[in-house]
């Protein structure tokens, strides 16, 4: 048993109070699985040693148990926290669920381009994962939480304008629709076709290692493979996720002082994150955990996120490091410790 004293600072209408945390660490009696829910995905953490400590959010009226881990290298554990929040403080932000390979037009260039999870086969595995994990999680608590949005590159084109609600504002019944049939037609017309790889290299006989390197790199998403304006293309959601008229779309040239404000505006003060991929937009787009953590209570949703997995069929073991390092300065929790109450 490991206690300590932290002073935590809560927001009292227009004034500012402190309170004492006692950081007591006792053992996990019965542990539950860590990450093991799909492990075809995210291959499952494991720790011999785990503590759990006093909920740090217990609010008035909370409908939401949200239980998370992190890491502790000084704890030399795992950290288990219960925490119960309002549902209606809190929105569910899925980073980058790109559209691509999905049937709406956007697609991997051919022969040698590349895009989002980098070659056609393994976006379709990040589709089944959105179809399996991601949607799910999204109809469970669409309605009862505060805001459920999602994170695009670029700015609002007058495509994507048309096609889903922003902080800018909100498109008619009849603007999805023709905000749709403009989508189409503009994927339809751009040619997904680049130029194959080179057949022959010129080296430095001294230095051929960095030639080689130089002029073929492991990615190039420029527009010698993926061909000019693939990437000024707008990039829908992916077709697996059922977009809500009242879902939002965030824009990452927008950047964050803009969403920050439109979130807590709202009265959102929890964010539950999900997305693509673990090791990189979840961690420093616009919607991404670097700029959300400091400013509301954040929980990383495990599960529903998937790191890059170069070299590698599967993308379960990468998932699990980049969750891990994460873990050391932000919660991690997953699908089956996030519940409604009743």
Same mark, same amino acid.
């Given at each position: ?118 070659? !056609?086969?393994?976006?379709? #595995?990040?589709? $089944?994962?959105? /179809?399996? &994990?991601?949607?799910?999680?999204? +109809? ?64 430095d006989p001294a230095r051929p290692v960095p030639d080689y ?13 993926n061909n000019q304006g693939f990437w000024d293309l707008p ?22 002082? !803009?969403?920050?404000?439109? #979130?807590?505006? $709202?009265?959102? /003060?929890? &964010?539950?994150?999900?997305?693509? +991929?673990?090791d990189m937009c979840v961690c420093s787009t616009t919607a ?55």
């Open positions: 048993m490991r206690t300590t004293l932290v002073t935590l600072v809560f927001l009292s209408g227009a004034h500012l109070s402190a309170q004492t945390y006692l950081n007591h660490l006792t053992p996990v009696q019965k542990p539950r699985p860590i990450l093991a829910d799909h492990p075809k995905f995210v291959e499952p953490v494991t720790c011999k040693t785990r503590f759990e400590a006093p909920p740090l959010l217990d609010e008035k009226g909370a409908d939401l148990d949200v239980r998370g881990w992190r890491f502790s290298y000084n704890a030399r554990a795992i950290i288990e926290v219960s925490n119960r929040l309002q549902a209606a403080a809190t929105a569910v932000v899925v980073v980058h669920p790109w559209g691509i390979d999905d049937g709406q037009g956007w697609k991997s260039p051919e022969p040698a381009g590349v895009a989002f999870f980098c070659t !056609p086969e393994k976006n379709q #595995l990040y589709r $089944r994962h959105v /179809r399996e &994990v991601v949607e799910p999680f999204l +109809a469970s608590l669409r309605g009862k939480v505060g805001l459920v949005a999602y994170s695009l590159p670029g700015s609002e084109d007058p495509i994507r304008k048309k096609l889903y609600r922003s902080i800018h504002g909100k498109p008619s019944a009849d603007e999805r629709k023709q905000g749709a049939a403009e989508l189409a037609a503009k994927l339809k017309a751009f040619s997904f076709q680049g130029a194959p790889l080179k057949q022959t290299l010129t080296l390197f130089r002029q073929f790199p492991g990615l190039d998403a420029g527009p010698v493979f990039i829908p959601v992916v077709k697996e996720i059922n977009v809500h008229t009242d879902d939002l779309v965030i824009y990452d040239r927008d950047g964050y002082p !803009p969403m920050e404000k439109f #979130l807590k505006d $709202r009265g959102i /003060r929890h &964010v539950l994150l999900c997305g693509y +991929a673990t991404g955990y670097q700029n959300l953590a400091p400013d509301f209570n954040l929980f990383v949703v495990g599960d529903t996120t998937m790191a890059t997995f170069p070299a590698s069929d599967t993308p379960r073991f990468a998932t699990q490091a980049a969750l891990a390092r994460i873990a050391l300065d932000h919660f991690i929790t997953q699908v089956s410790w996030i519940n409604l109450k009743k």
